[in-house]
């Protein structure tokens, strides 16, 4: 009867008999904490109809937890080296596959419709690897696979500003993108301290459901998103100064421009950061229609 794989222990027993050392620019920080696993597993909502999808299953300490409490478990680990370590630490479980793949080059739907089936729920719970946090989620955000929730760990500051709202400091462009399809809240923070070897920052636990109508929808996500960058390029200047950049500063433009802010109700002097995901909507769509 072994001890949890993600017990401190046992985590730096493995290490030492794989001579393994944890690889800096893969990201790799392995969890410890126990408890935090466990919150983790209860911040998924997971039960046992669940397939799980978990991304950088590392030495597998988070993987045990999620094999224990789902149906199976699909973990993609791009290390070719914790292949073996894996093999062994999870041989107790015959719901789990490792597929050895970078997770930003997988084709999700199809690799969910052979392992799968397409059977439903399907969650994404994962112990991010911190160097690639954001393109990650775009990519499971935007992906035509569509998970019934997310539950990811990632640095501190990251997740404050996915779940940002209009006005704090730490709302930018990411909050607006991301929140307009999910809803987004930060579950829980996690000390530097529950990892073998401790990153230089802390953590949190965000979890992202989709939302289940959108009542004001853009008329396509990809101009959305480059229209709401746009506004932020500059966040300290003015919507106005952003909104010159984007568009040009003829006579005729700013007129245009004008107009559709009046038509809002909204101050030209205001910062990109006072505007909701809602308005950001409403200029989208607008300034599409009038072929700006
Ligand atoms: N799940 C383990 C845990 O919680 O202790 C390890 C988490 S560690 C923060 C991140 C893991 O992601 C590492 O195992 C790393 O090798 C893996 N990884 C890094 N980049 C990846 C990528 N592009 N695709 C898949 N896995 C990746």
Redesign the pocket.
């Known amino acids: 009867n072994n001890p949890e794989i993600?017990s401190p222990a046992r985590t730096q027993a493995i290490l030492n008999r794989f001579h393994l050392s944890a690889?800096k620019s893969?990201?790799?920080?392995?969890?410890t904490d126990l408890n935090v696993l466990t919150k983790i597993v209860d911040a998924a909502h997971l039960t046992d109809t669940d397939n799980v999808i978990e991304?950088?299953?590392?030495i597998g300490?988070?993987?045990e937890f999620l094999a224990r409490s789902s149906k199976r478990v699909l973990a993609?680990?791009?290390?070719q080296n914790?292949l073996p370590v894996l093999d062994e630490t999870l041989s107790p479980y015959d719901n789990v596959e490792v597929i050895n793949q970078?997770?930003?080059q997988a084709n999700l739907p199809a690799i969910i419709e052979e392992k799968f089936n397409n059977e439903r729920p399907i969650k994404v719970v994962a112990?991010?690897?911190y160097y690639?946090t954001t393109p990650i989620i775009l990519d499971l955000l935007k992906g035509n696979a569509e998970f019934d929730n997310i539950t990811v760990m990632m640095q501190k500051e990251v997740a404050q500003r996915l779940e940002a709202k209009p006005g704090s400091k730490d709302y930018g462009s990411l909050s607006v993108i991301i929140q307009y399809l999910n809803d987004v809240k930060l579950a829980f923070e996690v000390s530097r301290k529950s990892f073998i070897p401790a990153p230089n920052v802390d953590s949190a636990i965000v979890t992202l459901e989709r939302k289940e109508t959108i009542e004001n929808e853009v008329f396509d996500e990809k101009a959305f998103a480059s229209f709401v960058r746009g506004c932020f390029a500059h966040r300290r200047k003015t919507l106005w100064n952003n909104l010159q950049g984007l568009f040009g500063k003829d006579a005729e433009t700013k007129e245009k421009v004008q107009a559709v802010l009046d038509e809002f109700d909204i101050q030209p002097s205001i910062r990109p950061e006072k505007l909701t995901v809602d308005q950001y909507v409403d200029l989208t769509n607008k300034f599409h229609s009038i072929k700006l």
């Not at 893969?26 to 969890?31: A, D, I, S, T, V």
């Not at 991304?55 to 590392?58: A, T, V």
């Open positions: 993600a690889k893969l990201g790799q920080n392995f969890l991304i950088g299953p590392g300490g988070l993987t993609f680990e791009i290390d914790l970078d997770i930003l112990n991010l690897p690639i």
